[in-house]
């Protein structure tokens, strides 16, 4: 409001300088002028304000009244200046308009009109630089002060549109408001300029003479002087106020221009018509007015409201930016607090680093001279842990050596004290020999000392009857003590006699028992130290051949024959004959024979071995003719004959005698050794060597097992032993029972404690492979290899058997020539007691094999071999 006011009324200074500004200015300012010193004072304090006044065209009497009075004003100030001035031309056209826009519109008026002529783009945009525009934009007026409200336009502009109008125009109801607007600005300007309006008013209207009519100003017609600018210079026809033409009265021209009528009809006149032109005003003039300004005051009020909104939407945009100022001020004030903190932060870090490299290299230095400390410490330890450890090594070592020397004495001690145990340890075995031998001769006496007793304590009780008897005899010969002394004498003769009737008895048994022995090995050397026995199996219900003819003739009696038929031939004649093969042996067996029958005659040469001979059985025969079942079945020889060893041995342990026995199980196979105890997988493999003692007409195997036989059980454990490594060494291609020679050790240690002899027999049992002949032309290969050591050792074997029935001195045995031989070697001969089986097959097919080893049998049993040599040792 300050802005409309100050723009109503500007400050007196300031009046009539800014004569360059725009024309509102001016004109406010020579509007105020006029209304100050000229025209008819109004109250300043009665103008009021656009809006009131806009408000007041609601009211259009109060209107019509202001504008009655404006225009009675103004209409008086032209008459009062226009007489002053001595020219009524000269300020009635511009001031009128003047002081009618004043009246009219104001600055508000002409903002409407403004608005409305200009293009509405212009509005919102435009904004003219007048002073009035700065001064307003300055001034706290929310109408006019927003950079975005349209600038109205200059009263200058306003008054551009209305300065024209004249008073005839309301009067004629011709004012056109769009022409006026529509008016070019130069036409405006050229009005506004006041000077030269003046002037040109003052050319327009020229001093007249008297008689000249006075220009009435009437309205001029509604033409601009830009429309026809012609017509402002050229002779105005504008109707004269005259005496005539008004009232008739002469004019009246003084010398001052104005003429000189009757003064008072000439304003009784200009106010009749001024009564005129108001009541044209008040009429159509007004209802235009009112209507403008009610169009002014719905457009001022939508753009009041558009203000509102856009001074809301300001408030909001200024709230928000004052909010926006506010964060701003707070952000920049928080970062000015983070800044501050930060630069407190980094000044606290920065402290606390340098507090921290500080402390760093004091803890740095610290623990460097901790380290060196310690390292010294470290250093001397190390050197005194070095001195004390030299001193402790030099301290063990000493006790070590001083150790040592204990120890190596108390080793020599303790070796002598072992010498000297093993001294005593052998004298103790010694002593407990001698003890032993003493003990058992101990216990003899005692058994002789029993019998002694037995036969005294008979004698005692004979003695004791006798005692009884004599003192009966004693009571009944009390008289006669004589005949008491003798019978006493007597019984101690009986005693005496009794005692060495028994002495003569022991050693009457055991000069029995070396002759039993002595007896016993003649009755063998008579039987022949080789001897043959024959041994035909029975058949079988597996054989499916015929059998062959054989024939017992002396089954009955000796049982040493055995008659085979030979195979027929059929002679040219169509006759058909059969050889007859008589053969005689030491003994015969047929096929009804039991095991128990062959071992009761081959006992006698277990006996010998007992009593220290070597003796050899082996078996000789084909495949599949006996030979194992005869040796090794569950009665066979070699459980038989360790059998009678037990009970012999336990026999002879009354008289004296007793008997170890280690039993080995060998078998030679292509002229080489296989442990049967041993590990089947290595059989042909591992070597075994048969080393003699010539002395002791001893043969030992290398890397054979022994096994000591002191019971039964060992015996059997034994033999399954040796059956089962020869059936896991068997082959398809190959039997091993049948291609191999197994050979039974039986050594047998016998001592005498009482007599003190010792003996050492051993007895061999031999399965021999199988005696067929295979031709050459069906047997090849590993079989042909067989066959032919096979045939080489058994030919071998009736080599020896046949050099040793020679009987010469000194002549050469050759039992090197093959290993059965060899190994059998103090097993057969003069030194031992051989038996030899030969088995024979039943069967026809095996008829040719029969007759051949029967053969082979006739000419071993046809060999003498010398005088067998016991094994004894004193
Ligand atoms: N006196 C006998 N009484 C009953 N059966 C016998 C008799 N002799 C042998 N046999 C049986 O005859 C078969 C062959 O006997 P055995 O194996 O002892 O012959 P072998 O000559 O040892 O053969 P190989 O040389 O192949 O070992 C066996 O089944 C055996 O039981």
Same mark, same amino acid.
């Given at each position: 409001?300050?802005?409309?006011?100050?723009?109503?009324?500007?400050?007196?200074?300031?009046?009539?300088?800014?004569?360059?500004?725009?024309?509102?200015?001016?004109?406010?300012?020579?509007?105020?002028?006029?209304?100050?010193?000229?025209?008819?004072?109004?109250?300043?304090?009665?103008?009021?304000?656009?809006?009131?006044?806009?408000?007041?065209?609601?009211?259009?009497?109060?209107?019509?009244?202001?504008?009655?009075?404006?225009?009675?004003?103004? /209409?008086?100030?032209?008459?009062? =200046?226009?007489?002053? @001035?001595?020219? *009524?031309?000269?300020? !009635?056209? $511009? &001031?009128?308009? +003047?002081?009618?826009?004043?009246?009219?519109?104001?600055?508000?008026?002409?903002?409407?009109?403004?608005?409305?002529?200009?293009?509405?783009?212009?509005?919102?945009?435009?904004?003219?630089?007048? /002073?009035?525009?700065?001064?307003? =934009?300055?001034?706290? @007026?929310?109408? *006019?002060?927003?950079? !975005?409200? $349209? &600038?109205?336009? +200059?009263?200058?502009?306003?008054?551009?549109?209305?300065?024209?109008?004249?008073?005839?125009?309301?009067?004629?109801?011709?004012?056109?408001?769009?022409?006026?607007?529509?008016?070019?600005?130069?036409?405006?300007?050229?009005?506004?300029?006041?000077?030269?309006?003046?002037?040109?008013?003052?050319? !327009?209207? $020229? &001093?007249?003479?008297?008689?000249?009519?006075?220009?009435?100003?009437?309205?001029?017609k509604p033409k601009t002087p830009s429309q026809n600018p012609s017509r402002s210079n050229s002779p105005s026809k504008e109707v004269f106020l005259t005496r005539e033409s008004t009232?008739?009265?002469?004019?009246?021209?003084?010398?001052?221009?104005?003429?000189?009528?009757?003064?008072?009809?000439?304003?009784?006149?200009?106010?009749?018509?001024?009564?005129?032109?108001?009541?044209?005003?008040?009429?159509?003039?007004?209802?235009?007015?009112?209507?403008?300004?009610?169009?002014?005051?719905?457009?001022?009020?939508?753009?009041?409201?558009?203000?509102?909104?856009?001074?809301?939407?300001?408030?909001?945009?200024?709230?928000?930016?004052?909010?926006?100022?506010?964060?701003?001020?707070?952000?920049?004030?928080?970062?000015?607090?983070?800044?501050?903190?930060?630069?407190?932060?980094?000044?606290?870090?920065?402290?606390?680093?340098?507090?921290?490299?500080?402390?760093?290299?004091?803890?740095?230095?610290?623990?460097?001279?901790?380290?060196?400390?310690?390292?010294?410490?470290?250093?001397?330890?190390?050197?005194?842990?070095?001195?004390?450890?030299?001193?402790?090594?030099?301290?063990?070592?000493?006790?070590?050596?001083?150790?040592?020397?204990?120890?190596?004495?108390?080793?020599?001690?303790?070796?002598?004290?072992?010498?000297?145990?093993?001294?005593?340890?052998?004298?103790?075995?010694?002593?407990?020999?001698?003890?032993?031998?003493?003990?058992?001769?101990?216990?003899?006496?005692?058994?002789?000392?029993?019998?002694?007793?037995?036969?005294?304590?008979?004698?005692?009780?004979?003695?004791?009857?006798?005692?009884?008897?004599?003192?009966?005899?004693?009571?009944?010969?009390?008289?006669?003590?004589?005949?008491?002394?003798?019978?006493?004498?007597?019984?101690?003769?009986?005693?005496?006699?009794?005692?060495?009737?028994?002495?003569?008895?022991?050693?009457?048994?055991?000069?029995?028992?070396?002759?039993?022995?002595?007896?016993?090995?003649?009755?063998?050397?008579?039987?022949?130290?080789?001897?043959?026995?024959?041994?035909?199996?029975?058949?079988?219900?597996?054989?499916?051949?015929?059998?062959?003819?054989?024939?017992?003739?002396?089954?009955?009696?000796?049982?040493?024959?055995?008659?085979?038929?030979?195979?027929?031939?059929?002679?040219?004649?169509?006759?058909?004959?059969?050889?007859?093969?008589?053969?005689?042996?030491?003994?015969?067996?047929?096929?009804?024979?039991?095991?128990?029958?062959?071992?009761?005659?081959?006992?006698?040469?277990?006996?010998?071995?007992?009593?220290?001979?070597?003796?050899?059985?082996?078996?000789?025969?084909?495949?599949?003719?006996?030979?194992?079942?005869?040796?090794?079945?569950?009665?066979?020889?070699?459980?038989?004959?360790?059998?009678?060893?037990?009970?012999?041995?336990?026999?002879?342990?009354?008289?004296?005698?007793?008997?170890?026995?280690?039993?080995?199980?060998?078998?030679?196979?292509?002229?080489?050794?296989?442990?049967?105890?041993?590990?089947?997988?290595?059989?042909?493999?591992?070597?075994?060597?048969?080393?003699?003692?010539?002395?002791?007409?001893?043969?030992?195997?290398?890397?054979?097992?022994?096994?000591?036989?002191?019971?039964?059980?060992?015996?059997?454990?034994?033999?399954?032993?040796?059956?089962?490594?020869?059936?896991?060494?068997?082959?398809?291609?190959?039997?091993?029972?049948?291609?191999?020679?197994?050979?039974?050790?039986?050594?047998?240690?016998?001592?005498?404690?009482?007599?003190?002899?010792?003996?050492?027999?051993?007895?061999?049992?031999?399965?021999?492979?199988?005696?067929?002949?295979?031709?050459?032309?069906?047997?090849?290969?590993?079989?042909?290899?067989?066959?032919?050591?096979?045939?080489?050792?058994?030919?071998?074997?009736?080599?020896?058997?046949?050099?040793?029935?020679?009987?010469?001195?000194?002549?050469?045995?050759?039992?090197?020539?093959?290993?059965?031989?060899?190994?059998?070697?103090?097993?057969?001969?003069?030194?031992?007691?051989?038996?030899?089986?030969?088995?024979?097959?039943?069967?026809?097919?095996?008829?040719?094999?029969?007759?051949?080893?029967?053969?082979?049998?006739?000419?071993?049993?046809?060999?003498?071999?010398?005088?067998?040599?016991?094994?004894?040792?004193?």
């Amino acid at each position: 409001m300050r802005a409309t006011a100050s723009s109503m009324m500007p400050p007196p200074e300031q009046r009539g300088v800014k004569h360059k500004g725009t024309g509102c200015r001016w004109h406010a300012q020579s509007s105020e002028d006029i209304y100050s010193s000229r025209a008819v004072p109004e109250p300043v304090a009665k103008r009021k304000t656009l809006t009131e006044r806009a408000g007041e065209t609601s009211r259009p009497n109060s209107v019509a009244a202001s504008s009655t009075r404006a225009v009675n004003g103004a /209409v008086r100030n032209t008459m009062q =200046s226009g007489l002053r @001035n001595g020219g *009524f031309s000269s300020s !009635t056209a $511009p &001031r009128f308009p +003047s002081n009618s826009s004043r009246n009219i519109s104001g600055s508000s008026m002409a903002s409407s009109v403004s608005s409305i002529s200009r293009p509405p783009s212009t509005q919102s945009n435009y904004r003219p630089h007048t /002073v009035m525009g700065h001064s307003r =934009s300055a001034s706290t @007026n929310s109408q *006019f002060n927003h950079g !975005t409200m $349209p &600038r109205p336009t +200059s009263t200058v502009g306003n008054h551009n549109g209305i300065l024209p109008l004249s008073v005839s125009a309301y009067q004629t109801g011709t004012l056109n408001v769009k022409k006026l607007r529509d008016r070019p600005k130069s036409y405006f300007r050229s009005t506004s300029d006041h000077s030269p309006l003046t002037a040109k008013h003052m050319k !327009t209207f $020229p &001093r007249t003479p008297r008689q000249q009519p006075v220009p009435v100003p009437s309205l001029p017609k509604p033409k601009t002087p830009s429309q026809n600018p012609s017509r402002s210079n050229s002779p105005s026809k504008e109707v004269f106020l005259t005496r005539e033409s008004t009232t008739k009265q002469p004019a009246l021209i003084t010398d001052s221009g104005f003429a000189g009528w009757d003064v008072e009809d000439r304003i009784q006149s200009v106010e009749q018509m001024y009564t005129q032109l108001k009541s044209q005003m008040e009429g159509d003039y007004l209802r235009f007015i009112v209507s403008e300004l009610e169009t002014i005051r719905s457009q001022l009020s939508s753009k009041n409201s558009m203000l509102v909104q856009e001074l809301e939407d300001i408030k909001v945009k200024l709230s928000t930016t004052n909010l926006t100022l506010e964060e701003r001020q707070q952000r920049n004030t928080e970062e000015d607090f983070k800044d501050q903190q930060r630069r407190e932060l980094d000044k606290a870090t920065r402290a606390a680093q340098d507090d921290v490299e500080r402390v760093r290299k004091e803890a740095k230095d610290e623990t460097e001279r901790l380290l060196r400390l310690h390292k010294e410490d470290l250093a001397q330890l190390e050197r005194h842990m070095k001195d004390e450890a030299q001193d402790e090594k030099r301290r063990r070592n000493d006790e070590i050596e001083e150790l040592k020397k204990e120890r190596d004495q108390q080793l020599q001690n303790v070796e002598g004290n072992i010498g000297k145990k093993d001294q005593e340890l052998q004298d103790v075995r010694n002593e407990l020999g001698r003890t032993t031998v003493e003990l058992e001769r101990e216990k003899a006496l005692v058994l002789s000392l029993k019998s002694t007793i037995n036969q005294i304590t008979t004698e005692k009780v004979i003695m004791d009857t006798a005692n009884r008897e004599m003192h009966a005899k004693i009571s009944f010969l009390e008289s006669s003590n004589q005949s008491q002394s003798q019978a006493f004498e007597e019984m101690k003769q009986r005693m005496q006699q009794a005692m060495d009737a028994e002495s003569v008895a022991n050693q009457k048994l055991i000069a029995e028992e070396t002759l039993r022995r002595k007896l016993h090995n003649q009755v063998q050397e008579l039987k022949g130290n080789i001897r043959v026995f024959c041994r035909v199996r029975p058949s079988l219900e597996s054989d499916q051949e015929d059998p062959a003819k054989i024939a017992f003739p002396d089954a009955e009696a000796d049982s040493k024959e055995v008659v085979v038929q030979g195979p027929e031939k059929e002679s040219s004649l169509g006759k058909i004959t059969s050889t007859t093969n008589p053969f005689s042996f030491d003994r015969v067996f047929g096929p009804t024979s039991q095991n128990s029958d062959i071992f009761d005659e081959i006992s006698q040469l277990v006996q010998s071995a007992l009593d220290g001979y070597n003796v050899c059985i082996f078996c000789y025969g084909q495949t599949g003719s006996g030979k194992t079942y005869t040796m090794s079945s569950a009665d066979g020889m070699i459980p038989l004959a360790v059998k009678q060893i037990y009970d012999t041995a336990a026999s002879l342990e009354e008289k004296g005698w007793k008997y170890t026995m280690e039993g080995s199980f060998v078998e030679v196979y292509n002229e080489n050794l296989n442990d049967l105890l041993g590990d089947a997988k290595e059989f042909d493999k591992k070597k075994h060597e048969i080393r003699h003692d010539t002395e002791k007409c001893k043969t030992t195997i290398t890397g054979v097992a022994t096994v000591q036989l002191d019971t039964p059980e060992a015996l059997q454990s034994m033999l399954n032993a040796a059956s089962n490594n020869r059936r896991v060494a068997a082959t398809s291609a190959n039997q091993r029972s049948s291609r191999s020679h197994s050979v039974f050790i039986l050594r047998l240690t016998g001592r005498n404690s009482v007599t003190g002899e010792m003996s050492e027999g051993t007895l061999n049992l031999v399965d021999l492979a199988g005696s067929e002949r295979l031709s050459h032309s069906q047997a090849e290969g590993q079989r042909l290899k067989e066959t032919q050591n096979i045939n080489k050792s058994l030919s071998c074997l009736g080599d020896v058997i046949g050099a040793l029935g020679q009987g010469k001195e000194g002549g050469h045995i050759p039992y090197r020539n093959s290993k059965l031989t060899y190994l059998l070697q103090f097993s057969l001969g003069g030194n031992s007691k051989t038996l030899m089986f030969v088995m024979i097959s039943p069967l026809q097919a095996h008829l040719q094999e029969t007759i051949t080893s029967l053969k082979f049998a006739t000419k071993v049993h046809n060999t003498h071999i010398g005088t067998a040599k016991r094994q004894v040792k004193n």
